[in-house]
């Protein structure tokens, strides 16, 4: 074998990611949000977008309100295509055409005329430590332990339990251990009923004091035999106390009304996050028809200021190759967002085209699909229809869904088409809410049903959607 240097000439096919590429490749997986954020940054950076609020509004102002033309996207799409980029002269194409400065433009929202409503306001939650704040001015407890209120209601987690002994606070505050006690059972009788709690079962006991429910039986319960009551064990809990089961179930189901959490019920400093669809589905006419969501995301524009700029300015110059540059990252960037917006109406279309016994008759008749189905159907690859769909969302007349949910294993049936597995827990869940309590089912009796219907599957299958649906076994749902 020679070794050594030598120039050769060669053919080779490989593929290449151009920033192009990957711009588009990362805008087809943002979802609505994602995509108005990322929106905005090249607003920021590139001088020759803009939205179509302020194009409109500088076109309007020096053209004395006459709109012209708009300047969409696919038709420079079309007329630019099998030419190459940077062989175009922009200066003499935007003189031959006349393009305005409201290109792009396909929804407007007029704000001269808009009449405020009490609708586009939100009002901030009350937390649980205002609430707590609210009442500790009107306790009866002097006005020298507000200050041990203040910081015991401001020491609870977000579910309304002590996080420090009343030592602690004492120690911390100077004061007597008496005189947080005295403070700590004020508190304990402010709403939500609970509050101030050390534990679960001093939580509930609380809560059986204000009701005034004196029942040893209860208390008993809640102090040695709370596990026994969750995994619904009452035989041995009345073994225990010599009492029947059904007086354990009554004393069970008193605790069970209680709230283990009472803190919850107020808004946490966790961050509210809101889903905005990203496609909706709507019946008209016997048809569903599919909307992608545009009014989230600013509509683009080609900068009128700088069409001009570039027209006027020498082709040699660096202004004109700094503009030529942006234009065509600008074109680019509305030429994918263009492509995203087909290509996710593409998807759900067919998706939409298939579940269409789910928009007709409901969960029951979710039937199973993959992304190569999709993939083969629209004419793309599984890839791009994972990235379509991966993080958005669709509102259609039956609810908000992730798109995620249309695309599910599961089961062959009977009539050979597959039924989903959303399909098969929505018949568990009937099952299980139309058994007899004192009878429960088991898995294995499910799987007779089941099949009963159609659907074949194993009792380890049964057990498993039943946990997800958080439903218990039937040793729980067990009533006396």
Not at 50 to 65: F, I, V
Not at 98 to 111: A, F
Not at 293 to 315: C, G, T, V, W
Request: with cysteine; net charge negative.
């Amino acid at each position: 074998m020679r070794l050594g240097y030598e120039l050769t000439i060669e053919q080779s096919q490989k593929l290449v990611m151009t920033p192009e590429l990957i711009q588009a490749i990362q805008i087809l997986q943002f979802n609505t949000q994602e995509l108005e954020n990322y929106v905005e940054e090249q607003l920021l950076t590139n001088p020759i977008l803009e939205t179509a609020n302020t194009a409109l509004s500088d076109h309007t102002e020096g053209e004395g309100g006459k709109l012209e033309e708009d300047f969409s996207s696919k038709a420079e799409t079309e007329d630019f295509k099998g030419k190459d980029d940077t062989e175009i002269d922009w200066a003499e194409h935007f003189k031959e055409k006349g393009y305005d400065d409201i290109s792009y433009r396909q929804w407007e929202y007029n704000s001269e005329n808009n009449d405020y409503t009490y609708e586009q306001y939100v009002s901030s939650e009350i937390t649980l430590t205002e609430h707590l704040m609210f009442q500790l001015q009107f306790a009866p407890i002097k006005h020298s332990c507000r200050n041990i209120g203040r910081y015991i209601i401001e020491s609870l987690d977000e579910n309304g339990y002590m996080t420090l002994d009343v030592e602690e606070i004492a120690k911390e505050l100077g004061v007597s251990l008496n005189y947080v006690n005295i403070v700590l059972e004020a508190i304990q009788g402010f709403e939500p009923i609970g509050v101030g709690a050390k534990n679960l079962k001093d939580c509930l006991l609380i809560q059986l004091r204000h009701q005034n429910n004196n029942s040893p039986l209860i208390e008993e319960i809640i102090n040695n035999y709370l596990e026994d009551i969750a995994c619904n064990r009452l035989n041995n809990i009345a073994k225990a106390l010599n009492v029947s089961v059904k007086e354990i179930q009554e004393a069970g189901d008193i605790i069970k009304g209680l709230e283990p959490k009472p803190g919850r019920q107020f808004s946490s400093t966790d961050e509210t996050r809101y889903i905005i669809p990203d496609v909706t589905v709507e019946k008209i006419d016997g048809e569903y028809i599919v909307t992608v969501n545009e009014s989230s995301a600013p509509r683009l524009n080609i900068s009128h200021y700088y069409q001009k700029m570039l027209i006027n300015s020498d082709k040699e110059s660096n202004i004109s190759k700094f503009l030529t540059g942006r234009l065509n990252s600008a074109l680019w960037l509305i030429k994918s967002i263009e492509q995203r917006k087909q290509t996710i109406y593409n998807v759900v279309s067919a998706v939409v085209k298939y579940q269409v016994d789910f928009f007709e008759k409901g969960p029951k008749y979710l039937k199973t699909l993959t992304l190569k189905q999709i993939a083969d159907e629209v004419g793309i690859h599984e890839s791009t229809v994972s990235r379509s769909i991966n993080g958005k969302y669709m509102q259609c007349p039956r609810g908000m869904f992730e798109i995620k949910y249309f695309f599910t294993s599961g089961v062959p049936g009977n009539s050979g088409e597959g039924i989903s597995s959303e399909s098969i827990k929505t018949f568990i869940r009937e099952i299980v809410e139309s058994e007899d309590p004192k009878a429960p089912l088991s898995d294995q009796a499910m799987v007779g049903l089941l099949a009963e219907r159609g659907i074949e599957i194993s009792r380890r299958t049964v057990a498993k959607y039943r946990d997800e649906m958080r439903l218990p076994s039937s040793s729980k749902r067990k009533r006396y």
